[in-house]
């Protein structure tokens, strides 16, 4: 797994990606079964699959709201790599 901005991809890479996009605070079931579709999609298609997901939790940016994720930033990235993204 590789962590990149939109912009690093952009001007690094060119080729086609499947992409699911969440929050992911806790990678629960729920999340877990989104990543593995994402991949299947890709593996299917021959396509590269990729997550995206955010840091700080969106709702701390869009509202008043303090939004404590379940999973930290580099959790996330280690339990998704699980998923061969």
Not at 33 to 59: C, M, Q, R, W
């Given at each position: 797994?590789?962590?990149?901005?939109?912009?690093?991809?952009?001007?690094?890479?060119?080729?086609?990606?499947?992409?699911?996009?969440?929050?992911f605070?806790?990678?629960?079931?729920?999340?877990?079964?989104?990543?593995?579709?994402?991949?299947?999609?890709?593996?299917?298609?021959?396509?590269?699959?990729?997550?995206?997901?955010?840091?700080?939790?969106?709702?701390?940016?869009?509202s008043?709201?303090?939004?404590?994720?379940?999973?930290?930033?580099?959790?996330?990235?280690?339990?998704?790599?699980?998923?061969?993204?």
């Amino acid at each position: 797994m590789e962590l990149i901005s939109f912009e690093e991809y952009k001007k690094r890479y060119n080729f086609p990606l499947v992409v699911t996009i969440g929050s992911f605070d806790g990678i629960h079931i729920g999340h877990q079964e989104l990543i593995k579709a994402t991949v299947l999609e890709g593996v299917k298609n021959n396509y590269k699959s990729a997550v995206i997901t955010f840091d700080p939790h969106p709702l701390n940016i869009i509202s008043n709201k303090n939004h404590t994720n379940i999973t930290s930033i580099i959790d996330k990235s280690h339990i998704i790599n699980n998923f061969n993204v």
